[in-house]
């Protein structure tokens, strides 16, 4: 069966760490650009981090910026990310992403939560 499983996601206060990762079955990550999305209540899904299919080219939108890190080990057909200095407005629910890099469709794990309070 095809599906990307995130996990990782919790509990965490302000200014604290989390790492969540994506695992893929039944295909291989290495022909995929991987992404990290999250989504809060009533708000769009937006992207966080990118990275190409090797791992050469990595991008974060501006409030992941020296705060996040996005990784992957295409040997083990998973992709991770760091998070670190959570603030409240990190919660969310993250959704790993795999974009194909030769056609095919694209697919979404069922996302998991991350919740920054004291």
């Known amino acids: 069966q095809v599906q990307l499983v995130e996990s990782g996601g919790g509990l965490v206060q302000p200014g604290g760490s989390l790492r969540v990762s994506c695992e893929a079955f039944?295909?291989?990550?290495?022909?995929?650009?991987m992404k990290w999305y999250r989504q809060s209540p009533g708000q769009e899904r937006e992207l966080v981090a990118g990275?190409?299919?090797?791992?050469?080219?990595?991008n974060y939108a501006p409030f992941a910026m020296g705060r996040f890190t996005i990784s992957r080990d295409n040997n083990k057909n998973m992709v991770y990310l760091e998070m670190t200095d959570l603030t409240p407005e990190d919660t969310a629910v993250y959704y790993c992403?795999?974009?194909?890099?030769?056609?095919?469709?694209?697919?979404w794990g069922q996302g998991t939560q991350v919740t920054v309070s004291t």
């Open positions: 039944g295909f291989t990550l290495a022909n995929f650009r």
């Open positions: 990275i190409t299919s090797a791992g050469g080219n990595i």
């Open positions: 992403n795999a974009d194909p890099v030769i056609g095919g469709p694209e697919y």
